[in-house]
């Protein structure tokens, strides 16, 4: 079965605060980059896609996608923990395998752990690129039934700010 | 880390749902909470007038301000900033508001229509992702 690797980080943040026993669950598919905690410096790396690993095993053997995806996905999971570390959160780090959309994946593990939150990254798709692509912050936003966060990524950010400006000007 | 927090509604009960946690982030933070409402009109019509989308748009206004002036009474730093836009435009002026006043996250409540309802009818909270400055935190209808 050819697994679609999710990784997700949970954090205890008191820092938060806005429920006594706050958890938040950011929720990341293993071909996105984190970055809902801040770390603008955390770098973009040629990290492993599904899409090329799909390439490189063209026809191969399915099992060693599968070893090859939830190897991603924990170093993924293990970033974002580190992220949340970083900024004073308790993190740790889980990933899981789930034959369903990144987003019912995300969403069925947040219930799993009776998350309060799911704080997920935007990556600022639109147009035809959403619509064939797909939007994971949409889907997880359409399907919750607890608070998600969104969360801009400095570039995302930057480019609207940009295109803003230029909208005024 | 929430000095400015923009609660944007639309006078529904799922967006009453999303002010439960505006509040309490920027009660936690002492910051600021910034209520924005958007009069959404419809196109011109032949004669060249607009309508609110809603027809009880009347209610709607007073119904927020009641519930400015509620959270004032009740201490917190809160302040009402409404507009006007043209219907499926709310996201634009809302993101702009969050733009112009330096917001750390904007709340809104969500509807949570089906795939088929938000492709006819449109996401507010989905068209403000697209546009946001900042961090956009999304309360569903059936949260707890």
Redesign the interface.
Known sequence: MLRIGTHVARASPD????RSDPRLLPGLPANQEPG?FGDHNWKRRDGPDLLRRLTRFKGGDVDEIDQATRRSAQERADEGARLAHDVGLQARAATCSQATTTARAILRHADEIGAN?VVME?R?L?GLKELLIGSV??EV??H?????????SPEV?AH??KA?HEEVE | MFDKVIWATDGSDSADKALQFARELAEHAGGELIVVHCNELTFPGKGGGRLPVHANEDELRQKIERQVSDLSGDGLRATFQAGTATVGEAARMIADAARDAGADVIVVGSHGHSALGELLIGGGAHRLLHRAPCPVLVVPATAN
């Open positions: 820092s938060v605060g806005f809902p939150a935007s600022g639109t912050s949409h936003i359409q919750a039934d607890r608070t998600v966060i969104v969360v801009p950010a609207r700010a803003f």
